[in-house]
Protein backbone atom coordinates (compact mmCIF):
# COMPACT_ATOMS: atom_id res chain seq x y z
CA UNK A 1 0.00 0.00 0.00
CA UNK A 2 1.66 3.35 -0.76
CA UNK A 3 0.67 7.10 0.45
CA UNK A 4 1.70 10.27 -1.02
CA UNK A 5 2.22 12.14 2.82
CA UNK A 6 5.97 11.98 3.76
CA UNK A 7 4.75 10.32 7.13
CA UNK A 8 1.23 8.64 7.23
CA UNK A 9 0.53 7.02 10.57
CA UNK A 10 -3.40 5.29 10.52
CA UNK A 11 -4.88 3.73 13.69
CA UNK A 12 -1.75 3.16 15.75
CA UNK A 13 -2.49 1.93 18.83
CA UNK A 14 0.31 0.96 21.24
CA UNK A 15 0.44 -1.17 24.66
CA UNK A 16 3.03 -1.73 27.12
CA UNK A 17 1.19 -5.02 28.79
CA UNK A 18 -1.83 -3.85 30.55
CA UNK A 19 -0.73 -0.30 29.71
CA UNK A 20 -2.32 1.11 26.48
CA UNK A 21 -0.40 4.15 26.08
CA UNK A 22 -1.60 4.91 22.49
CA UNK A 23 -5.14 4.77 21.49
CA UNK A 24 -5.50 5.13 18.16
CA UNK A 25 -3.85 7.76 16.14
CA UNK A 26 -4.00 9.07 12.77
CA UNK A 27 -1.75 11.23 11.47
CA UNK A 28 -0.29 12.56 8.08
CA UNK A 29 2.90 14.99 7.72
CA UNK A 30 3.22 16.08 4.09
CA UNK A 31 6.76 16.70 2.31
CA UNK A 32 8.71 19.65 3.91
CA UNK A 33 5.85 20.16 6.68
CA UNK A 34 7.15 20.73 9.86
CA UNK A 35 4.60 19.49 12.68
CA UNK A 36 5.37 20.11 16.84
CA UNK A 37 3.95 17.70 18.81
CA UNK A 38 2.83 19.17 22.21
CA UNK A 39 1.55 17.84 25.26
CA UNK A 40 1.89 16.88 28.88
CA UNK A 41 4.06 14.25 30.04
CA UNK A 42 3.48 10.55 29.95
CA UNK A 43 0.49 11.82 27.23
CA UNK A 44 2.59 9.56 24.69
CA UNK A 45 4.82 11.97 23.09
CA UNK A 46 8.09 9.62 23.12
CA UNK A 47 6.17 6.59 21.88
CA UNK A 48 4.25 8.10 18.81
CA UNK A 49 7.81 9.28 17.34
CA UNK A 50 9.73 6.35 18.51
CA UNK A 51 6.70 4.30 16.67
CA UNK A 52 7.46 6.37 13.61
CA UNK A 53 10.77 5.25 13.14
CA UNK A 54 10.05 1.42 14.65
CA UNK A 55 12.13 1.86 17.94
CA UNK A 56 8.52 0.71 19.42
CA UNK A 57 6.44 -1.85 17.28
CA UNK A 58 3.14 -0.53 17.07
CA UNK A 59 0.62 -2.66 18.73
CA UNK A 60 -1.80 -2.48 15.89
CA UNK A 61 -1.76 0.19 13.70
CA UNK A 62 0.30 0.99 10.27
CA UNK A 63 3.24 3.71 10.08
CA UNK A 64 3.98 5.17 6.63
CA UNK A 65 7.36 6.78 5.98
CA UNK A 66 7.94 8.27 1.88
CA UNK A 67 5.37 5.65 0.77
CA UNK A 68 6.74 2.52 2.18
CA UNK A 69 5.09 0.89 5.07
CA UNK A 70 7.18 0.43 7.73
CA UNK A 71 4.84 -1.97 9.86
CA UNK A 72 4.74 -4.42 7.03
CA UNK A 73 6.44 -7.64 8.13
CA UNK A 74 8.28 -8.14 4.89
CA UNK A 75 9.99 -4.26 4.99
CA UNK A 76 14.00 -3.79 4.98
CA UNK A 77 13.56 -1.91 8.37
CA UNK A 78 17.27 -1.14 8.15
CA UNK A 79 17.07 0.17 4.72
CA UNK A 80 13.66 2.59 6.00
CA UNK A 81 14.82 3.40 9.48
CA UNK A 82 18.33 5.28 7.11
CA UNK A 83 15.87 7.59 5.86
CA UNK A 84 14.78 8.77 8.90
CA UNK A 85 17.26 10.68 11.21
CA UNK A 86 16.22 11.04 14.58
CA UNK A 87 17.59 13.77 17.39
CA UNK A 88 17.20 12.84 21.46
CA UNK A 89 17.24 15.04 24.84
CA UNK A 90 20.25 13.39 25.55
CA UNK A 91 22.65 13.65 22.86
CA UNK A 92 24.53 10.62 23.12
CA UNK A 93 27.47 11.20 21.36
CA UNK A 94 30.71 9.02 21.96
CA UNK A 95 32.99 10.61 24.38
CA UNK A 96 35.95 8.97 22.85
CA UNK A 97 35.81 10.15 19.51
CA UNK A 98 36.06 13.49 18.24
CA UNK A 99 33.21 15.46 16.78
CA UNK A 100 34.62 14.47 13.28
CA UNK A 101 35.14 10.65 13.83
CA UNK A 102 31.56 10.57 15.57
CA UNK A 103 30.08 12.15 11.97
CA UNK A 104 31.86 9.44 9.58
CA UNK A 105 31.19 6.71 11.74
CA UNK A 106 27.72 5.95 11.53
CA UNK A 107 28.57 6.83 7.59
CA UNK A 108 31.20 4.15 7.17
CA UNK A 109 29.69 1.24 9.22
CA UNK A 110 26.06 1.86 7.70
CA UNK A 111 26.13 3.50 5.05
CA UNK A 112 29.89 1.69 4.07
CA UNK A 113 30.79 5.29 2.61
CA UNK A 114 34.59 5.29 2.03
CA UNK A 115 37.10 7.50 3.93
CA UNK A 116 37.11 10.86 2.34
CA UNK A 117 33.31 11.18 1.15
CA UNK A 118 32.23 10.72 5.24
CA UNK A 119 35.16 13.27 5.87
CA UNK A 120 33.66 15.50 3.18
CA UNK A 121 29.86 15.17 4.30
CA UNK A 122 31.18 15.72 7.67
CA UNK A 123 32.24 19.07 7.60
CA UNK A 124 29.71 20.04 5.17
CA UNK A 125 27.30 19.32 7.73
CA UNK A 126 29.54 20.61 10.95
CA UNK A 127 29.54 23.85 8.64
CA UNK A 128 25.35 24.09 8.49
CA UNK A 129 25.48 23.71 12.00
CA UNK A 130 28.02 26.55 12.61
CA UNK A 131 30.79 24.37 14.56
CA UNK A 132 33.32 23.80 11.82
CA UNK A 133 35.91 24.79 14.31
CA UNK A 134 35.01 21.57 16.59
CA UNK A 135 35.35 19.59 13.93
CA UNK A 136 38.45 17.89 16.29
CA UNK A 137 37.42 18.40 19.68
CA UNK A 138 36.13 15.48 21.66
CA UNK A 139 32.62 15.98 22.57
CA UNK A 140 33.11 16.64 26.69
CA UNK A 141 34.89 20.13 25.90
CA UNK A 142 31.35 21.27 24.26
CA UNK A 143 28.88 22.75 25.62
CA UNK A 144 25.38 21.26 25.84
CA UNK A 145 24.17 23.45 22.73
CA UNK A 146 27.45 22.75 20.90
CA UNK A 147 26.84 18.94 21.56
CA UNK A 148 23.15 18.99 20.39
CA UNK A 149 24.67 20.68 17.08
CA UNK A 150 26.97 18.21 16.58
CA UNK A 151 24.06 15.24 16.75
CA UNK A 152 21.91 16.99 14.44
CA UNK A 153 24.76 17.25 12.19
CA UNK A 154 25.51 13.52 13.09
CA UNK A 155 21.54 13.19 11.79
CA UNK A 156 22.16 15.06 8.92
CA UNK A 157 25.53 13.02 7.87
CA UNK A 158 23.06 10.26 7.04
CA UNK A 159 20.98 11.75 4.26
CA UNK A 160 17.70 11.34 6.00
CA UNK A 161 14.44 12.52 4.23
CA UNK A 162 12.41 13.10 7.49
CA UNK A 163 14.06 14.50 10.97
CA UNK A 164 12.45 13.56 14.08
CA UNK A 165 13.15 15.34 17.79
CA UNK A 166 12.11 14.66 20.65
CA UNK A 167 12.68 17.45 23.05
CA UNK A 168 16.16 18.38 21.55
CA UNK A 169 16.53 21.13 23.79
CA UNK A 170 14.83 19.95 26.73
CA UNK A 171 18.41 19.29 28.63
CA UNK A 172 19.56 22.46 27.92
CA UNK A 173 20.94 25.27 30.21
CA UNK A 174 18.45 27.89 28.83
CA UNK A 175 21.05 30.09 27.24
CA UNK A 176 21.91 27.70 25.04
CA UNK A 177 18.39 26.46 23.53
CA UNK A 178 18.67 29.55 20.96
CA UNK A 179 21.31 27.99 18.74
CA UNK A 180 20.15 24.31 18.84
CA UNK A 181 16.34 26.02 17.72
CA UNK A 182 17.78 28.18 15.35
CA UNK A 183 19.62 25.13 13.60
CA UNK A 184 16.33 23.77 13.66
CA UNK A 185 14.89 26.73 11.59
CA UNK A 186 17.41 26.48 9.12
CA UNK A 187 16.45 22.73 8.49
CA UNK A 188 12.38 23.74 8.12
CA UNK A 189 13.16 26.72 6.16
CA UNK A 190 15.18 24.29 3.70
CA UNK A 191 12.19 22.12 3.04
CA UNK A 192 13.08 19.27 5.72
CA UNK A 193 10.17 16.83 6.70
CA UNK A 194 10.73 17.07 10.30
CA UNK A 195 8.23 16.13 13.19
CA UNK A 196 9.31 17.82 16.39
CA UNK A 197 8.21 17.18 20.22
CA UNK A 198 9.10 20.24 21.69
CA UNK A 199 7.71 22.36 25.02
CA UNK A 200 9.14 25.70 22.77
CA UNK A 201 5.87 27.15 22.19
CA UNK A 202 7.50 30.56 20.20
CA UNK A 203 9.34 27.93 18.00
CA UNK A 204 6.19 26.04 17.62
CA UNK A 205 4.41 29.27 17.19
CA UNK A 206 7.12 30.43 14.64
CA UNK A 207 7.99 27.21 12.81
CA UNK A 208 5.42 24.56 12.60
CA UNK A 209 2.66 24.59 9.88
CA UNK A 210 0.83 22.81 12.45
CA UNK A 211 0.70 21.57 15.72
CA UNK A 212 -0.51 18.44 17.55
CA UNK A 213 -1.83 18.55 20.78
CA UNK A 214 -1.70 14.94 22.76
CA UNK A 215 -3.36 14.16 25.67
CA UNK A 216 -3.88 10.34 27.14
CA UNK A 217 -2.94 8.43 24.18
CA UNK A 218 -5.02 10.39 21.87
CA UNK A 219 -4.49 12.91 19.68
CA UNK A 220 -6.84 16.21 21.11
CA UNK A 221 -5.97 18.71 18.68
CA UNK A 222 -4.41 19.33 15.60
CA UNK A 223 -3.88 22.61 13.01
CA UNK A 224 -2.21 25.38 12.32
CA UNK A 225 -0.27 27.04 15.67
CA UNK A 226 -2.61 29.95 14.98
CA UNK A 227 -5.33 28.04 16.07
CA UNK A 228 -4.02 25.00 18.47
CA UNK A 229 -1.61 27.79 20.33
CA UNK A 230 -3.29 30.97 19.71
CA UNK A 231 -6.92 29.53 20.30
CA UNK A 232 -7.59 26.03 21.27
CA UNK A 233 -11.32 24.59 20.75
CA UNK A 234 -10.50 22.15 23.74
CA UNK A 235 -10.60 22.55 27.08
CA UNK A 236 -7.82 19.90 27.81
CA UNK A 237 -5.55 21.98 25.45
CA UNK A 238 -6.42 25.19 27.11
CA UNK A 239 -5.29 23.68 30.37
CA UNK A 240 -2.04 22.16 29.19
CA UNK A 241 -1.61 25.36 27.31
CA UNK A 242 -1.96 27.72 30.67
CA UNK A 243 0.39 25.57 32.92
CA UNK A 244 3.01 26.40 30.26
CA UNK A 245 2.99 30.10 30.77
P1 LIG B 1 5.70 11.49 26.83
O1 LIG B 1 6.84 11.44 25.89
O2 LIG B 1 4.51 12.20 26.29
O3 LIG B 1 6.09 12.02 28.17
P2 LIG B 1 5.91 8.60 26.76
O4 LIG B 1 5.58 8.20 25.38
O5 LIG B 1 7.34 8.64 27.14
O6 LIG B 1 5.19 10.01 27.07
O7 LIG B 1 5.21 7.64 27.82
C1 LIG B 1 3.82 7.40 27.83
C2 LIG B 1 3.54 6.27 28.76
O8 LIG B 1 4.13 5.07 28.29
C3 LIG B 1 4.08 6.48 30.17
O9 LIG B 1 3.09 6.03 31.08
C4 LIG B 1 5.30 5.60 30.21
O10 LIG B 1 5.53 5.11 31.51
C5 LIG B 1 4.93 4.47 29.27
N1 LIG B 1 6.10 3.89 28.63
C6 LIG B 1 6.89 4.50 27.72
N2 LIG B 1 7.87 3.68 27.30
C7 LIG B 1 7.70 2.52 27.96
C8 LIG B 1 8.40 1.26 27.97
N3 LIG B 1 9.47 1.05 27.18
N4 LIG B 1 7.94 0.29 28.80
C9 LIG B 1 6.86 0.48 29.58
N5 LIG B 1 6.15 1.63 29.61
C10 LIG B 1 6.56 2.64 28.83
MG1 LIG C 1 8.79 12.10 26.02
Same mark, same amino acid.
Given at each position: ?20 ? /????? !? ?34 ? #? ?21 ? $? ?5 ? %???? !? ?6 ? %?????? /????? @? &? @? ?11 ? /? ?38 ? @? ?22 ? $? ?15 ? #? ?6 ? #? &??? #?? @? ?16 ? %??
Amino acid at each position: MTSTAEIQVRGLHKSFGANEV /LKGID !LEIGRGEVVCVIGPSGSGKSTLLRCVNLLEEPTKGQ #VFVGGTELTDPDVDIDAVRRRIG $MVFQQFN %LFPH !LTVTENLT %LPQRRV /LRRGK @A &E @AAKVAAENLERVG /LSEKADAYPASLSGGQQQRVAIARSLSMGPEVMLFDEPTS @ALDPELVGDVLAVMRMLADEGMTM $MVVTHEMTFAREVADRV #VFMDGGVI #V &EDG #VP @AQVIGNPSHERTRHFLSR %LL
